[in-house]
């Protein structure tokens, strides 16, 4: 069952066409990585399926909502976490837990039962009242994950979620990801660092605003003759003509 399906989405600023008909779809539980250069249009694309940006053309549904005429209905079903903004650091823990889970619309009773359960789980139960600001940043993250699928959306958006996370806390973080697509939820992520593109089920690469590879990371380290997605990734970016 396909929770994403994309057909010749578009979107133009003026002359410019930051997205430029782009096709794919994302299976149910699935683990999609959406790579590409900064300029690529990685951000554009997430905007559009997060029902926060209108495509210019195109089709497209998120959760089985059109992403031109149901865009409030996709954002009660989806998660979404950003390296640059994802928690109110002047909250405290168990304040942005209850926020986060207002705003996804669940009631007062699921939200304290889940905050109880949520921090036992992730050892933050002496963290409760500590403001978000203290926290280091490798805990900050994970409770931001925590956050994004606490009200277990179909799917979550994680838009370069590990940027400036010390090795051992990405694999730890890496560990939550794989456990949340074990339990049904699919994971749409964007990084830069392409050793995580190897967990991944099936990537994608954008250059210039299209996706110009697309398939699992074992097939395209093959079809580049690349030991690694690393390479794979260099090799397709010194296509892009933008410049960043």
Known sequence: MNVIEVSELTKKFGSFTAVDHISFDVKEGEIFGFLGANGAGKTTAIQMLCGISNPTSGKGTVAGYDI????????????????????????????????FAGIYGM?????????????????????????????????????AFSIAIFHTPKIVFLDEPTGGVDPAARRQ???????????????FVTTHYMDEAEYCDRVSIMVDGRIDALDTPHNLKQQSQAQNMDEVFRKLARKAKRIN
């Open 173 to 187: 973080f890496w560990e939550m990801i794989l456990d949340a697509a074990y339990k049904g939820i699919t994971v």
């Open 107 to 143: 009631n007062d009773k699921e939200i304290k039962e889940n905050t109880r359960r949520l921090l036992k789980q992730l050892d933050f139960e002496s963290e409760r009242d500590t403001m978000v600001a203290s926290l280091p940043l490798g805990w900050k993250q994970k409770l």
């Open 68 to 99: 031109f005429k149901e865009n409030e209905q996709i954002k009660h079903n989806i998660g979404y976490m950003s390296q640059k903004f994802s928690l109110y650091e002047d909250l405290k823990v168990w304040e942005n837990i209850r926020l």
